[in-house]
């Protein structure tokens, strides 16, 4: 990788504001020196191109980042709350005098995945909410994978009710996976309500799932 | 410290003098009071889900002791009297399940100490008697078990202990467990919950499974006593509670907590037995008193605050059952114990009456092992 490719987005960022910045300085200074009325307009008309890159470039940029961040908060926000209520009713212990094989519904993570790759949160100030995703994410891939496995298991040969009943307890009990997983999904919603609690965020927060 | 020391080793000789009882207090009985003042203290219910003397309290006091010991008694109350009065009979057809060698007899709640002492008799007869160790919430209710208990008995009064403590409480459980084994090492255990105690607990089959988690070995069993039916209709809701109504000392009984804890003038009339069909395990039984004066009334706790108790709000003052078969079952199944023996006495109601009766079961801990199959969330 050569030098340019070395170097962050923020340099480049910098590098063109500071040349913007100093071409304006430049126009400004030349407004000062022109004698003649007519060589007024060309610093002028320069320097006020200047300006709308400076601001125009930079905002535009900014207002699209925005955006893209609220699509992806409202994307989790709406993810949050089917998860919410998977955690609460969807994951009923088995009925312990008649226990059957059951396909598990599984959690949702595809909200996460777009959030993590879409680069939104990858300005700085989203190191807590970025980290939490990735933990959540593992957990719930972890989860879901072990469904699955459960899943082969119990249907595929013909298992006894205690066995039933013992993966059933395995996951619901205290401090098991799906304890684990309510308690980073209580966290994910902590965050989102607390440093993103954006209108639109703290709406869908609120919806039933 | 050392003084000290020898005053607890002189109990043993105090106790030859047959005055005296040692009792171990095993938490802050305050603490009950502010239980039961918040009971109380529970907000309006018509219905008899709100204001409540919680199990344990009715007779935690003399007052209640007396009027209990009085209601097993009373010849309108039979289903205590032909209770007590079958149990050796029924105890028999059991004893013989038992572990063999010598015996400690742990009595959870012992009632009037009848049944402790048929008990007692039948361990003491074929010199298998260990340690008695009765525990209570209520000290007067240990010292009117034990006197019961023991009569006629050689049971050395140094080993007898009773214990002052409310078992419903899973911190509680632990301790009288760790003091049950430091007594009697890795000897058997008989523990046992007679005269249906347990019904009266809202959580019964939690407060089963707590105990045989907490205190249940392989080497211990378990002596559990429940009041069952075979119907489970309306009509025999309605017969089950009018057992209880018919019975006037029974009533005096219940109403005595009241009368301990309120400053409430009590009138009979407003005292109500509510029977209700629970799912398909049991009959359930509330014993109600009623605010039917048509005004609002205060009711003065012991810690001297008022609460409103408006009119046709109600005091839930015992919560009892009756099993059907099929919800014993289940509630052992979920307590993990396995029935050892079990015997099943007939009621004394009319042949076109519901049938109702009790049972009386020797329970041993579930063999607790783990199916082999491969578990995803281990």
Redesign the interface.
């Known amino acids: 990788m050569g030098l340019l490719g070395r170097l962050s987005r923020q340099f480049f960022a910098a590098a063109t504001i500071a040349c913007l910045l100093a071409a304006l300085g430049i126009c400004v200074w030349w407004l000062t020196v022109a004698r003649g009325r007519d060589d007024h307009f060309e610093p002028a008309a320069s320097g006020l191109a200047l300006v709308a890159a400076i601001t125009g470039v930079y905002a535009e940029r900014r207002a699209a980042a925005r955006e893209r961040r609220a699509q992806a908060l409202y994307a989790l926000a709406d993810e949050l709350v089917k998860n919410t209520e998977l955690l609460g009713t969807g994951f009923a212990p088995l009925d ?2 008649a226990p059957r094989a059951r396909v598990y519904p599984r959690l949702m993570q595809s909200a996460t995945d777009a959030a993590l790759v879409s680069g939104v949160f990858s300005e700085p100030g989203h190191g807590e909410l970025v980290a939490l995703l990735h933990r959540w994410r593992d957990a719930v891939h972890d989860f879901n994978r ?2 699955d ?2 899943e082969l ?1 119990t249907y595929v040969s013909r ?2 009710p ?2 039933l009943l ?2 059933d307890e ?2 619901h009990r205290p401090g ?2 799906l304890d684990g997983l309510r308690r980073l999904r209580s966290s994910v919603e902590e965050l989102l309500r607390g440093r993103y609690a954006e209108p639109g965020v703290a709406v869908r927060l609120q919806q039933p799932g | 410290m050392a003084e000290r020391d020898q005053a607890v080793h002189r109990i043993p000789e105090v106790l030859r003098d047959a005055g005296w009882t040692v009792c171990l207090v095993g938490e802050e009985q305050s603490g009950k009071l502010a239980q039961v003042t918040a009971g109380l203290r529970r907000g309006p219910d018509p219905s008899g889900s709100g204001k409540l003397i919680t199990s344990g309290f009715s007779y935690w006091g003399l007052e209640s002791t007396v009027a209990w010991a009085h209601a097993c008694n009373d010849l309108y109350y039979p289903v205590m009297r032909e209770s007590i009065a079958s149990f050796s009979r029924r105890w028999r057809g059991l004893s013989e399940r038992l572990p063999d060698g010598p015996l400690h007899y742990v009595s959870l709640g012992p009632g009037t100490g009848q049944k402790d002492q048929a008990l007692l008799r039948s361990l003491d007869s074929r010199g298998r008697c260990g340690c008695y160790i009765p525990v209570d919430v209520s000290a007067e209710m240990l010292r009117l078990a034990q006197r019961e208990a023991l009569q006629h008995l050689h049971v050395p009064a140094a080993d007898v202990l009773p214990v002052q403590l409310d078992f419903s409480m899973p911190a509680n459980l632990d301790r009288l467990g760790t003091l049950i084994r430091r007594t009697v090492g890795s000897e058997p255990v008989v523990y046992s919950l007679l005269g249906n105690t347990l019904a009266n607990f809202d959580s019964d089959t939690q407060l089963l499974a707590l105990l045989a988690e907490k205190l249940l070995r392989p080497q211990d069993r378990f002596l559990l006593e429940v009041a069952s039916t075979a119907g489970q209709d309306e009509a025999a809701a309605r017969a089950a509670a009018q057992e209880y109504e018919n019975s006037p000392r029974f009533r005096e009984f219940v109403t005595s907590a009241l009368l301990q804890y309120t400053d409430l003038q009590i009138d009979m009339n407003s005292l109500t037995c509510e029977g209700l069909v629970e799912d398909d395990r049991a009959l359930k039984i509330k014993v109600i008193y009623r605010n039917r004066t048509g005004s609002e009334l205060q009711l003065t706790l012991p810690d001297r605050s008022t609460v409103r108790f408006p009119d046709q709000d109600t005091i839930r003052l015992l919560l009892s059952r009756k099993y059907t078969r099929t919800g014993l079952e289940k509630m052992l199944v979920d307590a993990r114990v396995t029935t050892v023996g079990e015997t099943h006495e007939a009621g004394h109601t009319a042949f076109d009456g519901p049938a109702f009766g009790m049972t009386l079961l020797l329970l041993a801990p579930g063999d607790g092992t783990r199916p082999a199959g491969p578990n995803p969330f281990d």
């Open positions: 312990r005098f072990r469904l496995l459960t298991r298992v006894p205690e066995e013992a993966i395995a996951m098991g996976q």
